[in-house]
């Protein structure tokens, strides 16, 4: 079992970075891969990044791709999303997700409760 807790949310404007972090609970952090994911209102929820029990294999949404860098700290139970460049398209509630393995589908088996990202233009 894994417990996750997202802070780092809020506003800001265009052109403006952000960096969410994940805390997780449970012994067995490091087994798990890691991922996050965001839902603006009305819309389905989409995967933003992930990356591997170990930190080495990242994948990222080709929307977010070179503005985002998620990372990972075993040591701390910790995963960050780090959002530069923001645009108002990435207005969202963003979750973060654990799964045994990697995956970019939206089959995670543990969740936060997310944390709001409001861009403005």
């Known amino acids: 079992q894994v417990q996750l807790v997202e802070s780092g949310g809020g506003s800001v404007q265009a052109g403006g970075s952000l960096r969410l972090s994940c805390a997780a609970s449970g012994r067995t952090f490091r087994s798990y891969a890691l991922g996050w994911f965001r839902q603006d209102a009305g819309k389905e929820r989409e995967f933003v990044a992930a990356?591997?029990?170990?930190?080495?294999?990242?994948s990222y949404a080709p929307s977010v791709k070179g503005r985002f860098t998620i990372s990972r700290d075993n040591a701390q139970n910790t995963v960050a999303l780090q959002m530069n460049s923001l645009k108002p398209e990435d207005t969202a509630v963003y979750y973060c997700?654990?799964?045994?393995?990697?995956?970019?589908?939206?089959?995670?088996?543990?969740w936060g409760r997310g944390t709001q990202v409001t861009v403005s233009s």
């Open positions: 997700a654990a799964k045994t393995v990697l995956s970019t589908r939206d089959d995670y088996e543990f």
């Open positions: 990356i591997s029990t170990g930190g080495v294999l990242r």
